[in-house]
């Protein structure tokens, strides 16, 4: 009898493979467009795969400049070098260097597909400044000691990136022709198709980066541009005081749907209020929260930082602060304020919108960990995220403060390791944030930025510093700052761990100079499905087979028998579950 059930599961199973294989491999979006389909923040990246080539210290040291690919180890001489060499289809979403470096005028070439001429052949003063073919405002940038250019360079194949290396006089020294560099790139799979690189735009694309341009200009207002709304509905939350201890709903729907923003006005909030009033998201009546964080950490608000707007978050708003991160959800979702501090707390209004009947086909659900430590004597790092199962990593907010006067909290490297596999390594922390040379506090002589020398705050729609604090003679500094990482994703299939080195922060032989770390890191996770049995995320041909194994078994006595199969609990496995498990089919 089992044999028969597997003959005919199989059969089945083959039928459905044959109905949803045109669905199977959706290629992610690529280019420009992954900013602007903005539904697609949250989908899930199937097979894509992140990277970041970079100059840090191979030898786990701080001497984060003058490495490559090829030839290996520091280089002191002058010389052309490989920085990396990626195996595609793939994109590279971002090109970042110090200021004070690029100014030096590095060579930059790309080699495409394995052509033995670059079809990009210039140098960083050039590329970073904007003058470089269509690469332009508002996609490259000066910013706070940084330059950074967002122009998507896709490849088919293959890119091989080459540069040089100057001589190093008086290496390590931070000052002369020290390279620093990064490159955020994602590879798709192999039968993705993309188009390489090639100098010029075609029409489609022309007004796919005019559409990234509007959107960067008109920050602050919502990113869904690619229309097909439906049912969009306001839930409006009056002027009230919450009771200390207490919750205040802002939102309790039913599914499905995704929530495409979030307001919170709280304008007469103080400090100790921000951190007291916590913002906490549940879904699909799962009683642990996706989200539960300070609403003065999760919005970057409050403690004489910037008002600032950002693409999917902010706190300069008429309607107070806005979060525009897509939120899916297939049963439900609440939304809730809870006070708690011991006084009430005055919230003057809110509001979430969300459309009905969104689709949620691969979509992820948004969560938010929040973290803090004090750094101890011996320490390394400061642990910004750790999750199991498979996602994308999109950004952070941290703040850092430590009382002493200098800037050494900053040299600390992000570290993110994907499936057990360290994939990107930072050169810094200010680095990461796309500013550099502590956030143009030091090497500021000569260069001319928006934000002049020494800036306090500086405002993008994809980074920013909210507060920067240094003052001689005084014990104390202080580094508030965000970057969204959304076509520079980090997808994971089965883990995620990022972290960031703060063994800098210290003052003589590692005696602890009290600094305090808190971060704030978004990320979006696939939620467990009924039919997922091999828990890879992925509803696929193996779990056909096992669920065609107990096809039309009868005695499923509770939940865990006949293999799981009897998602309904109706002691068969039978054509309703199978209904079900072609819905959760990817």
């Not at 806005?322 to 809110?350: H, K």
């Not at 865990?560 to 054509?575: K, L, R, T």
Request: glycine share 8%.
């Amino acid at each position: 009898m089992a044999a028969v059930r597997m003959s005919i599961g199989l059969r089945i199973s083959v039928c459905v493979v044959l109905l949803v294989a045109t669905e199977w491999f959706c290629a992610p979006a690529a280019g420009y467009s992954t900013y602007t389909a903005w539904k697609d923040w949250a989908r899930l990246r199937v097979g894509v795969q992140a990277g970041l080539a970079s100059s840090y210290d191979r030898t786990d040291g701080n001497h984060d400049a003058s490495y490559y690919e090829e030839p290996s180890g520091v280089r002191t001489e002058s010389e052309i070098v490989t920085a990396k060499t990626i195996q595609g289809p793939g994109i590279i979403y971002r090109f970042w260097m110090p200021h004070y470096t690029a100014k030096r005028n590095f060579i930059v070439r790309m080699y495409f597909d394995g052509q033995e001429d670059p079809l990009i052949d210039t140098n960083s003063v050039t590329l970073l400044d904007g003058a470089f073919n269509y690469f332009a405002s508002p996609l490259v940038d000066t910013f706070a000691g940084g330059q950074v250019c967002y122009e998507p360079i896709g490849f088919k194949s293959s890119v091989k990136i080459e540069t040089e290396n100057k001589p190093l006089e008086s290496y390590p020294s931070w000052d002369g022709d020290r390279h620093y560099y990064q490159y955020s790139y994602l590879t798709f799979p192999s039968y993705t198709d993309l188009d390489s690189y090639t100098g010029t735009l075609t029409s489609q694309q022309q007004s796919a980066r005019a559409e990234v341009v509007s959107l960067f200009d008109n920050v602050g207002s919502h990113p869904d541009t690619a229309g097909g709304i439906n049912d969009v509905n306001d839930i409006n939350t009056p002027g009230t005081v919450i009771a200390p201890n207490s919750s205040l709903t802002l939102a309790d729907v039913n599914g499905p749907g995704i929530v495409r923003k979030l307001t919170v006005d709280v304008n007469d909030a103080n400090d100790a209020e921000l951190d007291g009033l916590r913002l906490r998201v549940f879904y699909d009546s799962n009683s642990t929260a996706a989200i539960d964080v300070s609403v003065g950490d999760f919005f970057g608000a409050g403690k004489e930082r910037a008002p600032y707007k950002s693409l999917p978050l902010g706190t300069d708003s008429d309607e107070g602060f806005y979060c525009y991160w897509p939120m899916p959800f297939r049963e439900s979702i609440s939304m809730q304020l809870y006070n708690s501090t011991g006084t009430g707390i005055d919230v003057n209004s809110a509001v979430v919108q969300y459309e009905r009947q969104a689709n949620t086909d691969k979509m992820c659900y948004l969560h938010v960990t929040s973290n803090t430590s004090v750094r101890q004597a011996g320490q390394i790092y400061h642990p910004m995220v750790s999750a199991n199962g498979c996602g994308h990593y999109v950004g952070n907010l941290l703040y850092v403060e430590q009382e002493s006067y200098d800037f050494a909290m900053l040299e600390g490297d992000e570290i993110i390791t994907v499936d057990g596999e360290n994939v990107l390594n930072g050169t810094g922390l200010e680095d990461a944030y796309n500013g550099g040379y502590y956030y143009n506090w030091v090497a500021c002589g000569g260069l001319t930025e928006p934000e002049g020398p020494r800036p306090r705050s500086a405002i993008r729609p994809l980074c920013g510093i909210l507060h920067v604090h240094r003052e001689s003679g005084v014990d104390y500094a202080r580094a508030d700052q965000y970057r969204w990482q959304i076509a520079d994703c980090v997808p994971f299939s089965k883990s995620i761990e990022v972290k960031i080195e703060n063994r800098y922060a210290f003052s003589g032989d590692d005696v602890c100079s009290p600094a305090k770390w808190t971060s704030v890191a978004f990320w979006y996770k696939y939620p467990c499905l009924k039919g997922d049995f091999d828990r890879d995320c992925n509803v696929d041909a193996y779990d056909f087979a096992v669920f065609a194994s107990h096809w039309q078994q009868d005695d499923c006595g509770g939940a865990d028998e006949c293999g799981g199969a009897d998602f309904n609990q109706s002691q068969q496995v039978d054509m309703k579950d199978l209904a079900v498990l072609v819905e959760n089919w990817l």
